[in-house]
């Protein structure tokens, strides 16, 4: 009541409609651009760079996650000590700028 009063005595704006009005004019912050991610599911090659190594010791791209391993019949929860073999189907979560390199990485 007494910033209303002050605000007549002096022909201004009450102050705390003044502050409503100038937070609901700034602009909005911009939204933060979202990186598109996949599930690829990719065959291990016989030869390729990681038939035969543990998945802890393949240097997966940044943010890339491995999901899931299927070896014939079962599936395999991945870890570090799972050891990648030719014939295995990986899933494999990550940006879609790195589906090249890990195709690269699997498959050849």
Known sequence: MVAFVIAELCHSKPIYEELMQRMLHK??????????????ELA????????????KDIPWPPNTLLVD???????LIPAGDTRLLSGDFIY???ATEHVEELTKMVEE
């Open 44 to 55: 291990v090659c016989s030869g390729s760079s990681v038939s035969g190594k543990l998945i």
């Open 69 to 75: 391993v299927k070896r014939g019949e079962s599936q």
């Open 92 to 94: 494999i979560l990550t």
């Open 27 to 40: 602009k909005a912050p911009e939204p933060a651009v979202l990186e598109q991610r996949n599930v690829i």
